[in-house]
């Protein structure tokens, strides 16, 4: 079980908006940046925002995140079938002296 | 372009000894933290180990599950990350990533090798 604890599914139709939370604690996500990847396993992940809301040159716009006290959510508009994969967030624990990851959670477009 | 690239994996036996490759190139090797990562079969992302820059002394990290039996190593004129991994568990098969991390604007594991499999049976 995840110190970081994500959604196991969420689920949308093309060109909704779906959103994914990350629940932490004081001494990661209240303390650090959370960071969001995509995974397709077979492949090599994806860092879709750093630093709780920074989005990397070419991913799109339609990738959002927001950080709040001890959680985080990824919000995914004008959701597309090449959508569908896992999503993680990440954040550094100072506790722990390690990065932690989500247990995951996997989109699937309706 | 900004290229990882990682070797090494194979199948070996419980308790067991196997070491991991990650050739990069594309950027100043010695500016940056490197990591390992892994995804077991039908598990998620988990991060093994962290190799910091020479400004901070190349100083390591590991995650609790590893710890006294992986170790994080690097050779900057080789630009290449290292993970020796000893006394392997049947639990540490996965499929494991070489991943870099620009401290400067906290930009952690933005770009990532294709993985090189190892299988612990």
């Known amino acids: 079980q995840s110190v970081l604890t994500q959604p196991p599914s969420a689920s949308g139709t093309p060109g909704q908006r779906v959103i994914i939370s990350c629940s932490g604690s004081?001494?990661?996500?209240?303390?650090?940046?959370v960071n969001w990847y995509q995974h397709l396993p077979g492949t090599a992940p994806k860092l879709l925002i750093y630093?709780?809301?920074q989005r990397p040159s070419g991913v799109p716009d339609r990738f959002s995140a927001s950080k709040s006290g001890t959680s985080a959510s990824l919000a995914i508009s004008g959701l597309r079938s090449e959508d569908e994969t896992d999503y993680y967030c990440?954040?550094?624990?100072?506790?722990?002296?390690?990065?932690?990851f989500g247990g995951g959670t996997k989109l699937t477009v309706l | 372009e900004v290229r990882l690239v990682e070797s090494g994996g194979g199948l070996v036996q419980p308790g067991g000894s196997l070491r991991l490759s990650c050739v990069v190139s594309?950027?100043?090797?010695?500016?940056?933290?490197v990591d390992w990562l892994r995804r077991a079969p039908g598990k998620g992302l988990e991060w093994i180990g962290r190799?910091?820059?020479?400004?901070?002394?190349?100083?390591?990290n590991y995650a609790a599950s590893v710890k006294g039996r992986f170790t994080v190593s690097r050779d900057d004129s080789r630009n290449s990350l290292y993970l020796q991994m000893n006394n392997l568990k049947t639990e540490d098969s996965a499929m494991y990533y070489c991943?870099?991390?620009?401290?400067?604007?906290?930009?952690?594991?933005?770009?990532w090798g294709q993985g090189t499999l190892v299988t612990v049976s």
């Open positions: 991943a870099r991390t620009d401290i400067n604007i906290f930009k952690d594991f933005d770009f």
């Open positions: 594309g950027f100043i090797f010695s500016d940056y933290y």
């Open positions: 190799s910091r820059n020479r400004a901070r002394g190349y100083s390591t």
């Open positions: 004081s001494s990661n996500i209240g303390a650090q940046g």
């Open positions: 630093h709780n809301d």
């Open positions: 990440a954040v550094w624990d100072g506790n722990v002296g390690g990065f932690l």
